[in-house]
């Protein structure tokens, strides 16, 4: 029957149609268009990587420790045929001793050692040791025979050791106790609750590299006693991995261009060549800088176009970068405009000089209140590059000049002069030094008015540098400027905001752009102010377990007596400088070699000059080399059958029979020639030797920048 009540063709009843049942979809376990949370896995991963112990300079994230001397590495095909010709010379006398064509004598120590019934075959089955005897002595012989062919070695390269080596690796999960993703650090130290609270975070995907670091960081300071226990156990309960923020709240920058490793500090920036120049253990691997390295400052040598920017600057201010938001370091960086150092999201302060929409200024005192100190780092900007290499010089002469001007004009005013007043007051005009006076006179100050009396005595004389500081300040009294170099308190409209680099006491990241088109004398000036204050500010530091780094892209003339002095002081201070030249000559000759024994790290990038490759050359020094001279002589047969069997051979070889005798002999030359470092350093490349604060080195490598 159909579903109207009849019946179907067979005549019996149709199966009826069942309804459909309504069931409830499933519930969505997070909102439409939220993406799925993250997975913990690779963040765990790279907590438990291995790091091991490396030399200076050596990528350590999942770095291969290598032996430091090169193992004899025999040909394949040698290998290969010696082991199949010792195969069959070894089947070869087996086969010839068992058929007796070489006699019995192997089987001597049977006859001698078993008893008659065993020999003569009466004593049953003990009669079939003699065939253990034999096989035995067969597998002595191929034993010596595969030692002299080398199987054991033809095992490992090419048997199953090789295919486990080349198979990837499975790290197994390292022991509660030893896991670092479960912090047993903290659990060692009473605090169970914050720890599983990090490591949940990380299981679940929401901790990031810079938050370990950061986190890492904090803990240290409970460790020292600068924060207590209660109050970091505090942070992480409540904020778990965004705990211990960076001021400016940000967990990461705003893109990566460079690879980092926070957990060892390092910022990997190309991989050693597979070169014979280089040592053994550090071929093909990756090349790493972290401030263990950077503490001894670096200095990159090459010519325009050569990288220095893109692939030594640009990682390394990055890499400081977040070691600042994790609280290990402040950065300032200085550049032209334009130049390619980073977003401006990834700093919290840029100094855009020159640009009326900055938001910041710079501080021409360094935020001093010391009229001494600030002449002093106002006269090595200003004309530290006319000073001598000497001690002494102009420098100092300069400093007492501005030191003469500043304490009275801060004496009257409470502030220092801003630019156009210091230019008046270098200038002697009449106006603003009659002003100056009458404050003194009015406020009581003797000895500052003697000050004021030589200055004004000094003015006109044929040695009076008074005039050269003017137009220095003049370079900087532009109306590009106008709104720039205030000092605190000397602008009235509050509108201000400088900047002064006393704040490195805090992990603060600071970019400071120079305006290089059509000032370019007044970028210089410019260039050494911050270095001076730099220098002068690392030294008074309170706080010196914070990394500080000055990182100057093109430091054409920033080189000078007193900054060379000052880079190296840093190394105590826990700071220093990465410097970048286009050519060695824009350093006066004299100091090329001070500035190259400052810095214990060097790089002269490719297309080097040969000048340049001398200095380079002569700070790296000399080393004891074993050297080959291969000497073929012809070999003058004495017997006609000699000379027939020459002949013959010269006729199928097409050469004349010689003799190659080899002298081994040491001798010492030069690790990088002039000429080499010059020619041989393919494009793309550079040539680098590191020093770390602790006083470990590592000779120059060559080192591919694009790897």
């Not at 990038?605 to 004891?624: N, R």
């Amino acid at each position: 029957m159909d579903s109207d009540g009849t019946r179907d063709a067979r005549g019996t009843h149709a199966n009826p149609v069942p309804r459909a049942r309504s069931v409830m979809p499933p519930m969505p376990s997070r909102a439409p268009g939220v993406p799925p949370q993250p997975d913990g896995s690779a963040f765990l991963s790279w907590l438990r990587a291995p790091r091991p112990e490396a030399p200076p300079g050596v990528w350590r994230f999942g770095h291969r420790v290598r032996p430091e001397q090169e193992p004899e590495q025999i040909p394949t095909r040698q290998l290969l045929s010696g082991a199949v010709i010792g195969f069959l010379c070894g089947w070869l006398l087996c086969s010839l001793l068992y058929n007796g064509y070489l006699g019995g004598f192997w089987l001597w120590p049977w006859f001698v050692m078993a008893p008659d019934s065993w020999t003569l075959g009466r004593a049953g089955w003990l009669s079939s040791l003699s065939y253990v005897y034999e096989g035995v002595f067969f597998f002595g012989i191929f034993l010596v025979f595969g030692k002299i062919s080398r199987w054991g070695e033809v095992w490992r390269r090419f048997g199953p050791p090789a295919w486990r080596s080349a198979a990837p690796a499975h790290e197994p999960s390292p022991a509660p106790e030893e896991d670092p993703a479960e912090w047993p650090q903290l659990r060692a130290a009473g605090a169970p609750d914050a720890a599983e609270r990090l490591a949940a975070e990380a299981r679940a995907g929401l901790m990031r590299d810079v938050d370990h670091a950061r986190i890492a960081r904090a803990w240290q300071g409970v460790r020292s006693g600068r924060f207590s226990l209660a109050t970091f156990t505090g942070a992480v309960l409540q904020e778990g991995a965004a705990a211990c923020l960076h001021p400016s709240g940000a967990r990461d920058l705003p893109a990566r261009l460079a690879r980092h490793d926070l957990l060892t500090g390092q910022v990997r920036l190309g991989t050693t060549a597979d070169d014979a120049r280089n040592p053994y253990a550090y071929r093909g691997a990756g090349l790493g800088l972290g401030p263990e390295l950077l503490g001894t400052s670096l200095l990159a040598v090459g010519p325009a176009g050569s990288g220095k920017t893109g692939t030594v600057i640009r990682p390394i201010a990055e890499s400081l970068c977040l070691h600042a938001l994790a609280g290990r370091a402040a950065v300032v960086v200085v550049g032209a405009a334009g130049a390619g150092l980073g977003p401006a999201d990834a700093y919290d302060v840029v100094v855009q000089i020159g640009n009326p929409e900055s938001v910041y200024d710079l501080d021409l005192y360094g935020g001093t209140t010391d009229p001494d100190e600030a002449a002093a780092v106002l006269a090595e900007a200003l004309v530290g590059d006319l000073a001598e290499p000497h001690q002494g010089g102009d420098t100092r002469r300069s400093t007492t000049v501005l030191a003469q001007l500043l304490g009275p004009f801060q004496a009257v005013h409470g502030r220092f002069p801003s630019v156009p007043e210091l230019r008046q007051l270098l200038d002697g005009a009449p106006g603003p030094m009659a002003a100056l006076r009458k404050g003194l006179e009015d406020r009581g100050q003797a000895s500052l008015l003697r000050e004021l009396d030589a200055r004004e005595r000094q003015m006109g004389n044929p040695g009076d540098v008074g005039g050269i500081l003017a137009d220095r300040v003049a370079l900087l009294d532009r109306p590009a400027f106008a709104s720039f170099f205030q000092s605190a308190g000397s602008d009235a409209s509050g509108q201000s905001r400088p900047f002064s680099l006393k704040a490195l006491d805090h992990p603060v990241r600071v970019r400071i752009d120079l305006p290089q088109r059509g000032h370019a004398d007044a970028s210089r000036i410019l260039a050494r102010l911050v270095l001076a204050q730099f220098t002068a500010s690392v030294a008074v530091r309170e706080d010196r377990s914070l990394f500080a780094c000055l990182v100057v892209d093109d430091a054409t003339g920033v080189v000078t007596p007193e900054a060379v002095r000052g880079v190296q002081r840093l190394r105590s201070g826990n700071a220093g400088v990465v410097l970048t030249l286009r050519t060695l000559d824009d350093v006066p000759r004299p100091l090329r070699g001070p500035l190259l024994g400052a810095t214990g790290c060097r790089m002269a990038l490719s297309g080097l000059t040969p000048w340049d490759g001398q200095d380079f050359a002569e700070v790296w020094g000399k080393e004891w080399i074993e050297a080959r001279d291969v000497t073929d002589r012809q070999i003058i047969a004495e017997t006609p059958a000699g000379k027939v069997l020459h002949a013959v051979r010269q006729v199928i070889t097409g050469k004349a029979p010689t003799a190659r005798a080899v002298t081994v002999r040491q001798v010492e030359r030069e690790r990088w020639s002039a000429s080499e470092l010059a020619h041989g350093v393919p494009p793309g490349h550079a040539v680098l030797s590191l020093t770390t604060v602790s006083g470990e080195h590592a000779p120059p490598l060559l080192v591919d920048l694009r790897g």
